[in-house]
C-alpha cells in the first residue's frame, strides 16, 4: 500500500487513549494534519492503575519527546515467588520500571492541543468512498479521513467495520485489582525494589509500588488472579447501581456480594497480613483476562494499533508497551512510506507477545505447578518451559541481547537505573508485612 505524502493527507485517530496519544503526538510534531476522536467526555485520568515499562522504551518515548525527561517512575530489579507460609521459592532478577497510568496519560494528552482532540465524540458509524473515509459520531458530527488509525480498544468498531470480524475469548479466569496509599502499609520494605508474588493454587497475589499522581504521596499497586467461570462472570460484571459490564468494573464500581467475596477469597488464599492489603483497599477493581489477535493490522489507508490490534493477557505486562511500541513504529510507517513492512513486523511481534503472555498465563493461573514442592532450580525450569527460549522485555539478558534493535536508546542507562541482581537462589524466609 502506498499512501500519500504526510501533510497532504488527513489522518484520524480513533480512541484517544495510550496508543491514539502516542501516535497522534508523534504525527503531529512531524506537521502532519491529525484529529483524534475520543468518546469519554471526561479525561481518562484514574482509568488504570500501575503500569511497568522497560527502561529503554521509556528512554525512547523521552527521546521522541512523548515523555518528559523526568517522568516519575521507580525502578525494581527483582521478583520473588513466595508460599504462603511466607517462604520465598525463587528470586528472579527482572528490569523493570513502575508508574503511574495516569502520569503517563496526562503526559502524552498534554503534547496534543485541544483543536486536534475532540472529547465526547463516539464514532457510530464507518464507510469508505474510494480512498476517503467517512465517519459520523453519535452528536452529529461528520468527519472524512485520508487516513484511518483504529486505536480504539477492545472492542474496536475500525476493525469490526474494515476488517474480517475477530472476536475476544474469555481466557477463564479474572484480575482484582487496586491501589492503597503505601504509608497505610507498614513495614512495606518488602516491596523496596522488589515485586513479591504470592502464589496459591491457580493464581497469585503481585503487588509493586508506584509514583502517586504528579506530587501525591507512593500507592501500593496489587493485581490477584481468581478462576472464574463465565455464569459466574457474569454475575461479577455487575455493578453496584445494577449496571451489566462487558469486560471490566472501574474502581469503586464492585457490587456488595462482589466485594465481599474479594474479602474471603484473599484471606483465604494469601498470608494474613498481606490479605489485610487487599481488604482495606478502599475502591479495588475487577478485570475479565480475554485474548485476542487480529489477523491483520493494515487494509488499504486503514490500520489498527494497541488493543484494537492485539488483547494480551496482564501477566507479560505489555500492554501499554504494545501500545507505546505501535505508535512508534507506525510513525516510522509514515516518514518512510512503507506500511506493507510495517504490518509483517507488527504481525511477528504480535505472534511472540501473544504466545508469551498466554504462555504466562498458563503457567501462572491456569495450570500452576505444586508451589510448596517447587526449588530453585524446578522453578527456572518451570519459567523456561514457559518462555519456550522466547524473550521478554523485562529479561535482563533479553535487554542486553535482543531489544538493541527495537529501542534506540539503551543498555547504558537501563543500567544507570536498574541495576541487574544476580539470582538469589536460596529459599528464605520473607518479613511479615502489617497496615497501620
Ligand atoms: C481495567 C483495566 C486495567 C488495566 N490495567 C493495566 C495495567 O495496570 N498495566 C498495563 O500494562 N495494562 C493495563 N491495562 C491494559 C492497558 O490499559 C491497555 O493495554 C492499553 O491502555 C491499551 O491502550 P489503547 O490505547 O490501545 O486502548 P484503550 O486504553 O482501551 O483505549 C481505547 C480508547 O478508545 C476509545 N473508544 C473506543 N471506541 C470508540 C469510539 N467508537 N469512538 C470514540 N472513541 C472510542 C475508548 O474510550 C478508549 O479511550 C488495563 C486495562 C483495563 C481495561
Redesign the pocket.
Known amino acids: 500500500m502506498q499512501s500519500g505524502p504526510l501533510k497532504e493527507q488527513h489522518i484520524g485517530i480513533?480512541?484517544?487513549?495510550?496508543?491514539?496519544l502516542a501516535v497522534g503526538a508523534s504525527l503531529l510534531q512531524l506537521g502532519a494534519k491529525v484529529t483524534i476522536?475520543?468518546?469519554?467526555e471526561h479525561p481518562?485520568e484514574g482509568r488504570?492503575?500501575?503500569?511497568v515499562l522497560p527502561e529503554p522504551l521509556i528512554q525512547q518515548c523521552i527521546a521522541a519527546n512523548l515523555f518528559d525527561k523526568d517522568i516519575s517512575r521507580l525502578s525494581v530489579s527483582h521478583r520473588s515467588f513466595i508460599t504462603q507460609s511466607h517462604q520465598s521459592i525463587w528470586d528472579q532478577p527482572i528490569a523493570v520500571m513502575c508508574l503511574n497510568?495516569s502520569d503517563i496519560y496526562s503526559q502524552l494528552r498534554k503534547r496534543i492541543p485541544d483543536s486536534h482532540y475532540h472529547q465526547g465524540?463516539?464514532?457510530e458509524t464507518l464507510s469508505q468512498t474510494e480512498k476517503v473515509y467517512h465517519l459520523q459520531t453519535q452528536d452529529g458530527s461528520s468527519y472524512s479521513f485520508d487516513f484511518l488509525i483504529g486505536?480504539?480498544?477492545?472492542?474496536s468498531?475500525v476493525r469490526n467495520a474494515f476488517f474480517s470480524e475477530t472476536t475476544y475469548h474469555y481466557a477463564g479466569y479474572i484480575a482484582w485489582?487496586g491501589v492503597i496509599p503505601l504509608n497505610e502499609v507498614k513495614s512495606n520494605e518488602l516491596f523496596s525494589e522488589h515485586i513479591p508474588y504470592f502464589v496459591y493454587p491457580n493464581g497469585h497475589l503481585l503487588l509493586y509500588i508506584i509514583p502517586g499522581q504528579q506530587t501525591d504521596a507512593p500507592l501500593l499497586n496489587w493485581v490477584m488472579y481468581e478462576i472464574c467461570s463465565q455464569a459466574d462472570l457474569e454475575n461479577k460484571l455487575i455493578d453496584t447501581d445494577g449496571n451489566k459490564h462487558e469486560?471490566?468494573i472501574p474502581p469503586g464500581g464492585l457490587n456488595k456480594e462482589t466485594q465481599k467475596h474479594l474479602h474471603l477469597f484473599a484471606t483465604t488464599h494469601l498470608p494474613s497480613d498481606i490479605a489485610q492489603i487487599i481488604c482495606h483497599t478502599e475502591k479495588p477493581?475487577l478485570?475479565a483476562v480475554y485474548d485476542l489477535k487480529a489477523p491483520k493490522v493494515l487494509q488499504d489507508q486503514t490500520c489498527l494499533?494497541?488493543?484494537?490490534a492485539l488483547i494480551l493477557r496482564?501477566h507479560s505486562?505489555s500492554?501499554?508497551v504494545k501500545?507505546l511500541m505501535d505508535s512508534l513504529s507506525l510513525v516510522k510507517a509514515f516518514e518512510t512510506n512503507d506500511f506493507e513492512a510495517w504490518q509483517q513486523q507488527q504481525q511477528l511481534k504480535a505472534e511472540q507477545l501473544f504466545f508469551i503472555s498466554q504462555n504466562m498465563g498458563q503457567g501462572l493461573v491456569a495450570q500452576t505447578p505444586p508451589w510448596s514442592e517447587m526449588t530453585p532450580t524446578l522453578m527456572e525450569e518451570w519459567w523456561n518451559n514457559i518462555m519456550a527460549g522466547k524473550t521478554w522485555h523485562y529479561t535482563p539478558s533479553t535487554l542486553n541481547q535482543k531489544l538493541t534493535v527495537q529501542y534506540d536508546q539503551t543498555i547504558e542507562e537501563q543500567k544507570k537505573v536498574s541495576p541487574t541482581n544476580e539470582t538469589k537462589n536460596e529459599t528464605k524466609k520473607i518479613a511479615k508485612t502489617t497496615l497501620s
Do not use: C, T
Not at 480513533?14 to 491514539?20: R, T
Not at 476522536?37 to 469519554?40: D, N
Not at 488504570?48 to 503500569?51: K, L, N, S, T, V
Not at 494499533?305 to 484494537?308: C, E, F, L, S
Open positions: 480513533i480512541g484517544g487513549s495510550i496508543a491514539g476522536l475520543e468518546r469519554s481518562l488504570g492503575a500501575g503500569i497510568w465524540k463516539m464514532v486505536a480504539d480498544g477492545i472492542h468498531g485489582r469486560v471490566s477493581f478485570q494499533i494497541g488493543d484494537a496482564p505486562a500492554g501499554v501500545a
